[in-house]
């Protein structure tokens, strides 16, 4: 078996340990795997206080933190088309088929989707085979020339629940947490549309 990251050849645990433990294969090598980082939970909730995204969202949870590594590995994921990677992270994500939540992926824009011809999210659910449903669209933001400041303010939120929420309870999955503001935003319309907790999990964080 060769490694995914590295495509050095490596040993895998005999096939009735994995059996035994119900592993999915392994694909990376000890080496690849040694230089991801858990991440560390930080409180960024204090920012949001004040804002209409205070209490929006509750819960997040981060599996890797953004070192050197990971933006390496990260790079070639999202931008050489390396559907292969989403198999690397499959194992982080396999927990979530238990979980009872609604399963959400953050959406890529259409136009987005078209030139990178896949969704980063939906691989990593997809490798993991873990069950998801769809309920937001992502809508073009349209010229912020010549609008007033509410309209300006509606304009930022630019995507749109498109099926019923109503007493649901929504685990939201996406790969990178940056500043935080598009699942604060997403928490925020869902819970509007009737969504009676939303959590969200994402792969890295910044
Ligand atoms: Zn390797």
């Not at 920012?47 to 590995?73: C, F, H, P, R």
């Not at 009872?100 to 990593?124: A, E, Y």
């Not at 109503?166 to 996406?174: E, G, Y």
């Amino acid at each position: 078996m060769n490694c995914l990251i590295c495509s050095a050849p490596f040993l895998e645990a005999p096939s009735w340990q994995r059996l035994f433990t119900m592993k999915q294969s392994e694909t990376t090598c000890e080496k690849c795997k040694s230089k991801f980082e858990k991440a560390t939970d930080k409180e960024h909730e204090t920012d949001w206080i004040g804002t209409i995204y205070e209490g929006a969202l509750d819960s997040l949870t981060s599996i890797y933190s953004y070192n050197m590594w990971m933006k390496q590995v990260y790079q070639q994921y999202k931008f050489q088309h390396d559907v292969e990677l989403a198999k690397v992270f499959a194992a982080d994500f396999s927990h979530l088929k238990k979980n009872k939540n609604l399963i959400v992926p953050i959406p890529l824009h259409q136009d987005m989707l078209k030139s990178r011809t896949f969704s980063q999210v939906d691989q990593l659910l997809l490798a993991a085979r873990v069950p998801f449903t769809q309920v937001l669209t992502k809508i073009t933001n349209s010229s912020q020339i010549k609008k007033s400041k509410k309209e300006r303010i509606e304009s930022e939120i630019n995507y749109s629940v498109c099926a019923d929420v109503q007493s649901q309870t929504i685990l939201l999955v996406d790969d990178l947490y940056t500043t935080g503001t598009t699942l604060r935003h997403i928490a925020f319309i869902l819970k509007e549309a009737g969504a009676q907790e939303v959590n969200a999990i994402t792969l890295i964080r910044a």
